[in-house]
């Protein structure tokens, strides 16, 4: 297990990208050990938030241009699928699927409206306009 003597924790490449690795020994127990994220790690993660910032940015062009409904973009921005989303709001897949299309969310109730503002934390003004 390291330790803050350990001289890693001092160098400037490593930077305070810690992290706790659960792993076995070689008598097969089990040890928690630190290690850090190396240059790799860093750019694979970059990569991934770049992805969902591309698929958040391409879901906010969407609405805007009126091709889908605000609930496609809060539900990327939330990092959420269909499913998760009607899963979460407790509004069924297929009607979930369905308010993606603008016309079909212009006609909602508000009592829907406001079970999609409690699963993003939102208002309702902010689930009507994307900004």
Known sequence: MCDN???????????????????????????????????????ILQQAWDHFHERIQLAKDQVLAGKVSPVVYYMEKNLLDPLSLSMLSGISLWRVKR??????????????????????NISLDQLKKVE
Request: no cysteine; glycine share 6%; charged share 30%.
């Open 99 to 120: 308010h993606f299309k603008p016309f079909i969310f212009n006609r909602l109730r508000e009592k829907t409206l406001l079970k999609y503002t409690a699963t993003f």
């Open 5 to 43: 003597s350990n001289p890693v924790y001092k160098d400037p490449r490593h930077g305070q990208s810690r992290e706790l690795i659960y792993s076995y020994d070689k008598d097969g127990n089990f040890e928690k050990t630190v290690g850090f994220h190396g240059e790799t790690d860093r750019v």
